[in-house]
């Protein structure tokens, strides 16, 4: 497998892109602190390159998108991962617990030959990538809006909401670089590594949250709460208890979340009345490279258009937490409207909520 990062075009697609988009994941997880995925995407990566048999690899080595952007390495990885957490393969806790000198890719293609027809259908979508950490960020953006003179009452839109966890953040504790937000003590707490100066000290208040996804999950559903954490890198330890406490909020008040598109969705809401002194905010978090192009172009069309109609008493705005490849950190970028246009990086950010960097720190492990 190539040691060297390739930079590639996240949307891609053609001969040697598959490799390609493998050797990236591995460079990503390992950048990201998920050496043990890396280990499984590496291997799936050996298993490809020297012909190993099987519909499964025939359907990844003749994948007809663009693997980057589908996360096809992630699905597989995550239906391996499911594979260890139900203890159906035993074999893959070698390598799930990290022990050294062993042949992943053996391990790894025993698994699949064991298990193919359980496997096959985790390449049908992408992954169910919910993070709780990640509303560290949509709150530091609520405080910049607030001190850019939006309305400090906040009705939040969320696109690609999985299980609908970050639409929990009204429930949630933060203390963001010494600034307290959130009830106490919270359903969870979140406190992460702070750089740079701390965000403004505001009073801010959410009003409402609602989300889409065009395959909800239920969290109160065993079967569905165990393809969520399927989706969790395992070394990411903190991560599954995040999820065990978000299945408890769950049960006691589930998440206002529908199944839709982004771009129905978005058209939708942004049709409805808005209460005066209410920023309404869109938000979303990995989940822009798996919106269809013309799904994007309907979505930016829908807030371009509603942000023309915007005014100080009923403001627009649109906090985006992506990937940013090059780095290999996420970027949370904020516009808003009447008056900032324009996307600003307020903050770039473990992919988790390990850390945060205020003003786009340059910090890129």
Known sequence: MAEQYQFIDINASGEGIV??????????????GAGVTARIVAAMRDLIERGEPGALFDRIRAWPGAPLADALPLRIAGGIHALHLKGTEPALKAIYTDQQGIDDAAIVARAISAHEGELLPWLDGPPQTNEAGRSSNFIAAMLWLADHGLPPRFECLEIGSSAGINLLLDRYHYDLG?????????????????????????????????????????????????????YIWPEHTVRFERMEAAIAEAGKRAP?????????????????????????????????????????????????????????????????LEANRVLHIHEMTVRYWPGGEEPVVVTRAHPHGAWIGWGGSERLV
């Not at 937000?181 to 403004?200: I, K, L, N, S």
């Not at 930016?300 to 403001?315: L, N, Q």
């Open 178 to 230: 010494g600034v307290q937000v959130g009830p106490e003590p919270g359903a969870m707490r979140f406190a992460p590594e702070w750089q740079g100066d701390p965000p403004p000290a505001r009073e801010i208040e959410i009003v409402s949250t609602k989300g889409c996804d065009v395959a909800p999950v239920d969290l109160t559903d065993p079967a569905q709460a165990l393809r969520l954490k399927a």
């Open 256 to 320: 206002d979340l529908v199944a839709m598109n982004a771009a129905d969705f978005v058209e939708a809401e942004l049709a409805r009345p808005q209460a005066a002194g209410t920023t309404r905010m869109l938000m979303h978090s990995i989940v822009w490279q798996y919106v269809p192009a013309d799904q994007q172009a309907r979505v930016t069309a829908a807030m371009e258009a509603a942000g023309a109609r915007a005014t100080a008493d009923r403001p627009l705005a649109w906090v985006s």
């Open 19 to 32: 490799a390609a988009a493998f050797d990236n994941q591995v460079a990503y997880c390992r950048a990201s």
